[in-house]
């Protein structure tokens, strides 16, 4: 009789049988982590997608308060541990085994891994059809300029104003300002534009958030081709302005908005700077940023101190009300211990920075725009069995007395750029950027059109899109053999560079030689990188790789040297990559060069 791989405890009961019992408990209780982490998680953000967790890998948050976000998470925990112990007193090992199958498939299927490949696997004609490429002249502008402010609030829905829900407005303060200014109630949520960094890519440029493939390469070419309204606006004379309180680099952020004509930035090191560690500790907020309050008065002082100049485009991301995990910062008073404190919170902290702006020589001349960047993860517990349509907050301030507008026109996201820039009283043609309509016409959105299924069409390939992320040429810089290129000078031998504290990150260089040489070169290399468990840094070479080296697991410069053959350089000029594994931001996956220098071998 066949001995079989796994048999039953009770038929065996030697050293063999129970390690492959051991190795089957265990297969089960990985599977069925995995199980729980998903349909707990799918419990907190009901609308996420696989998509999300890509975009979102390089998180790094520590405030999380899951349990008063999501009681039902002990439950889950419970439960799980319960079955967990039933089904091994019970089960056999080929059960077990099956079991284990099923909990991956439920893991599969929760995580809709197989819906994001299969759309990224089949293409759309939506941009071929309908993305209208930006045409906006110096002659579109008005005579005077208006600057545009926008206040993007954290999951910050329309529907927080009704008492009926939440028990109280929490948003009295804000909810005054929709009633004498545009603001649009029929939102449709959109796959691509449901998460921060999805919101500043729809918001400036009118098109859905679709994550690079996981290469390091593609991060920094990523939509790097497509113009937006921070491209427009600069390349007319604007100054540009960024703002958050968290990291500058926090999920890819800094990648898309530098690219995109960003000049100056203010995050947490730039709020921080001169701060002691009780201070800073003080001021404290969700998803590892600090208070809003403490961002907007630091933007007031710019405004009061007349630092900033007009025309201006000043973008901000507020923190305060990131759920799971919200952290109630020190200014804020504590009501219903649970996020409305927040959400209350953030309606005084946003209406008073708003008053104060109207006291400076600006508020005449701007445009205001004050709008949730998408819906909360998790709808928020209501206390009414009342009926509600979820969708975000939106006012428009200052805009021009000529447009019109319908309150509860469909929209999404995708329309949110045509509509900044005709409330700027720029000249739109056919009143569309992107793929978006303006919510100032009366053209509809694209989420509207009988014919074509938007909520479907955003989430497949397109030949355009990718085009928007096509490499960019490097520049190459005239350089002769034997000269020194260090972190002081090298921003003159390269097209994009980060700075972060004094020290210069870059992930490539341009260089031009005088000819073609007659010997192999030879580069020594000095840097410093951000580290991780295995560091490991790749050289290339006109875009084949020349060598990879393994670091050493220490802080501080590390030199490398590497032979560029002859019969390799078919051209003097010299595209170098540096690409380093860290993932957690893009800023870590380059590397701070002190020297480098390229000889020819005698």
């Not at 070479?541 to 670091?551: D, H, I, P, T, Y």
Request: hydrophobic share 35%; with cysteine.
């Amino acid at each position: 009789m066949k001995k079989m791989l796994f048999s039953t405890p009770q038929k065996k009961t030697g050293f063999g049988a129970l390690f492959k019992t051991a190795l089957c408990a265990l297969l089960l209780l990985a599977t069925q982590c995995l199980a729980t982490i998903i349909l707990c998680a799918r419990s907190i953000w009901p609308d996420f997608e696989y998509e999300q967790i890509i975009a979102n890998a390089n998180l790094n948050t520590t405030d999380f308060d899951l349990l008063n976000f999501s009681p039902e998470i002990k439950y889950y925990l419970i439960g799980g541990i319960t079955l967990y112990l039933l089904l091994i007193s019970l089960c056999s090992n080929r059960f077990m085994l099956k079991l284990s199958g099923i909990f991956i498939l439920i893991f599969i299927w929760q995580l809709r891994i197989i819906p994001y490949y299969y759309y990224r696997n089949t293409y759309t004609d939506l941009y071929e059809k309908y993305y209208q490429a930006p045409q906006i002249t110096a002659a579109d502008f008005p005579e005077h300029k208006r600057n545009l402010l926008v206040v993007y609030m954290e999951s910050t829905e329309n529907n927080f104003s009704d008492a009926e829900l939440y028990e109280n407005n929490l948003l009295p303060r804000l909810t005054d300002l929709t009633k004498s200014n545009p603001h649009f109630s029929n939102y449709n949520m959109l796959y691509g534009t449901n998460y921060t960094k999805a919101a500043l890519v729809t918001g400036l440029c009118g098109i859905p958030y679709s994550t690079p493939s996981p290469k390091m390469e593609s991060i920094y070419n990523h939509l790097r081709n497509i113009t937006c309204l921070s491209d427009i606006l600069s390349n007319n004379g604007y100054e540009t302005w960024f703002a958050q309180t968290a990291d500058h680099f926090f999920a890819y952020t800094d990648v898309f908005y530098k690219s995109h004509k960003y000049k100056n930035v203010i995050d947490r090191q730039v709020l921080t700077q001169g701060m002691s560690k009780e201070d800073i500790k003080k001021y404290k907020s969700s998803y590892g940023g600090l208070s809003d309050k403490l961002m907007f008065d630091y933007i007031l002082n710019l405004f009061k101190n007349q630092t900033v100049k007009e025309p201006f485009l000043f973008t901000t991301f507020t923190i305060d009300t990131h759920v799971p995990g919200t952290v109630l910062p020190y200014n804020c008073p504590k009501k219903y211990g649970d996020v409305r404190d927040n959400i209350a919170c953030a309606d005084t902290v946003v209406s008073n920075f708003i008053s104060e702006f109207q006291k400076t020589p600006y508020w005449e001349n701007t445009t205001v725009v004050i709008l949730g960047d998408h819906p909360m993860f998790k709808p928020l517990k209501v206390y009414s069995n009342k009926d509600y349509k979820r969708g975000i907050y939106n006012v428009f301030l200052n805009t021009p007395k000529e447009l019109q507008y319908n309150s509860t026109k469909p929209y999404t996201p995708l329309d949110l750029t045509a509509s900044f820039i005709e409330a700027l009283g720029i000249k739109l043609v056919n009143h569309s950027f992107g793929l978006g309509r303006s919510l100032f016409s009366d053209i509809p959105s694209l989420i509207t059109h009988k014919d074509y299924n938007l909520k479907t069409a955003v989430r497949q390939k397109s030949k355009i899109y990718e085009d928007f992320s096509l490499t960019v040429p490097p520049r190459f810089v005239p350089y002769t053999l034997g000269e020194e290129i260090n972190n002081n000078n090298i921003k003159t031998y390269v097209e994009y560079a980060e700075t972060i504290l004094e020290k210069v990150f870059v992930n490539g260089i341009g260089l031009k030689l005088e000819k073609l040489p007659h010997k192999n070169l030879e580069m020594e290399l000095t840097f410093n990188a951000m580290l991780t468990s295995k560091p490991r840094l790749i050289i290339k070479l006109n875009q084949k790789e020349l060598e990879e080296f393994k670091l050493e697991k220490r802080p501080g410069p590390q030199t490398v040297k590497v032979i560029l053959p002859k019969e390799k350089i078919t051209s003097p000029e010299l595209n170098l990559e540096f690409i380093n594994n860290n993932f957690r931001s893009a800023v870590s996956q380059s590397i701070n060069i002190q020297k480098l220098i390229i000889r020819e071998i005698q």
